[in-house]
């Protein structure tokens, strides 16, 4: 069993920036890929940031391309998203995924493909 905690998450201004960490725990996720979901009041959960187990593969959603980054520190069981240049529309509370996987390369996109979850951060952009 895994047990992920956000945090990071607050108020910030457009233009800000903001880094959420997930630190998780119960088991070492180096074998792990790991994603960043966000979801808007009344719409769906999307994905903004996934990292495969090795680091070296990463996926973001074309809206924070250029302007998120996601990495991960296995030694410490934490995956991060650094938030630059933050919009009104990137408020959303923010959730940190993983998943078991067999191969260094994978990367997870979707809700379906992620057993544990963390509780959520809220990220608010003031304009």
């Known amino acids: 069993q895994v047990q992920l905690v956000e945090s990071g998450g607050g108020l910030v201004q457009a233009g800000g920036s903001l880094r959420l960490s997930c630190a998780a725990s119960g088991r070492t996720f180096s074998s792990f890929a790991l994603g960043w979901f966000r979801q808007a009041p009344g719409k769906e959960r999307e994905a903004v940031a996934a990292?495969?187990?090795?680091?070296?593969?990463?996926y973001y959603t074309d809206s924070v391309k250029g302007r998120f980054t996601i990495s991960r520190d296995n030694a410490k069981n934490t995956v991060y998203l650094q938030m630059n240049s933050l919009k009104p529309e990137d408020t959303a509370v923010y959730y940190c995924?993983?998943?078991?996987?067999?191969?260094?390369?994978?990367?997870?996109?979707?809700?379906?493909?992620?057993?544990?979850w963390g509780q959520g951060t809220q990220v608010t952009v003031s304009s």
């Open positions: 990292i495969s187990w090795s680091g070296l593969n990463t």
């Open positions: 995924a993983a998943a078991g996987v067999m191969r260094t390369s994978v990367v997870l996109t979707t809700t379906r493909q992620y057993n544990y």
